[in-house]
């Protein structure tokens, strides 16, 4: 079984940055493709950003790219997501999720998850 805490959520201005964490426990880290979900009031869970169990790919949400990094460190068992250039619309509870395999952008797929950080960016 797999643990997920996220951290660095908070409240910022638009154009903005925070970087999020995501510290797994439990399981072979190592192994696990991972990804950042968002959800914002009343609406489903948005893919923001994946990258394999490896670093060696990453993946992004149109609505994120060029604006958000996301990174991991095996050794450390954490993933981060850089957000930069913040806007109201990236308001949401970020999810940090791992998965064994499947698509990267479908969160039906993910296995495990953390019970999220709160962004709020103010215009």
């Known amino acids: 079984q797999v643990q997920l805490v996220e951290s660095g959520g908070g409240l910022v201005q638009a154009g903005g940055s925070l970087r999020l964490s995501c510290a797994a426990s439990?399981?072979?880290?190592?192994?696990?493709?991972m990804g950042w979900f968002r959800q914002a009031p009343g609406k489903e869970h948005e893919f923001v950003a994946h990258?394999?169990?490896?670093?060696?790919?990453?993946y992004y949400a149109d609505s994120v790219k060029g604006r958000f990094t996301i990174s991991r460190d095996n050794a450390k068992k954490t993933v981060d997501l850089q957000t930069n250039s913040l806007n109201p619309e990236d308001t949401a509870v970020y999810y940090c999720?791992?998965?064994?395999?499947?698509?990267?952008?479908?969160?039906?797929?993910?296995?495990?998850w953390g019970q999220g950080t709160q962004v709020t960016v103010s215009s």
């Open positions: 990258i394999s169990w490896s670093g060696g790919n990453t």
């Open positions: 439990g399981g072979t880290f190592s192994r696990l493709n």
């Open positions: 999720a791992a998965q064994n395999r499947g698509s990267y952008y479908n969160a039906r797929v993910y296995d495990y």
